[in-house]
């Protein structure tokens, strides 16, 4: 078996334990975990107004958006991806926009919301290690847009999860981007990758 196969499958595995712990996470500590990253706002360090792509939860994933408000009060512009070809794009959002599908599960403002490019993202996950590597969900959304828009300007990506997601080591390979952070409700963690 090759190495890149070997990693499929160690993947597939972790992800798979990752989201199972995840998903046994009652709704209380849900909520409490969702207040808690609002509450590290200023602890990650972003450049004054930068334009923050937050994500909207699916599934059993940590909600970013009380951190996303929190970021939105300290000056910083918002937006969200949607699913497209060649890779995601990111709209504005501004309070008060109508929200449709955006694919993956997701909503994002509508086609009429200005399209941007951000600054930072904060990117889901299923499992993250603290060097920054991360497993996402296997579609390679993320890692399309972080390639094309991070060919032109430097991208701070923060992972955004649980801590129960974190795992010792993620297999990592050559067009996997490493996160500058993750955070989670209990800790910023600044990652070594």
């Not at 199972?20 to 709704?27: D, E, F, L, V």
């Not at 009060?73 to 955006?102: I, K, N, Q, S, Y």
């Not at 930072?120 to 972080?146: E, T």
Request: charged fraction near 25%; proline fraction near 6%; charge should be negative.
């Amino acid at each position: 078996m090759s190495p890149s196969l070997d990693n499929a499958a160690l993947k597939t595995e972790m992800r798979r334990k990752a989201l199972a712990a995840r998903g046994a996470i009652s709704a209380g500590a849900r909520i409490e975990a969702a207040l808690a990253i609002a509450d590290a706002a200023d602890a990650l360090m972003l450049a004054r107004g930068a334009m923050v792509s937050g994500f909207w939860p699916i599934r059993d994933e940590i909600d970013p958006r009380p951190l996303m408000s929190a970021l939105r009060e300290r000056g910083h512009g918002l937006c969200l991806p949607v699913v497209a070809e060649p890779h995601l794009l990111f709209r504005e959002l501004l309070r008060g926009a109508e929200l449709v599908d955006a694919g993956f599960g997701t909503i994002a403002p509508g086609a009429d919301a200005a399209q941007v490019l951000p600054d930072v993202m904060l990117v889901p996950l299923a499992a993250f290690d603290r060097s920054g590597h991360r497993i996402g969900y296997g579609q390679g959304h993320y890692d399309r847009a972080i390639s094309a828009i991070g060919a032109d300007r430097k991208l701070h990506l923060i992972g955004v999860a649980f801590s129960v997601q974190e795992v010792d080591r993620v297999p990592f390979e050559a067009h996997d981007h490493p996160l500058d952070m993750v955070v989670t409700e209990t800790e910023v963690i600044r990652c070594r990758a």
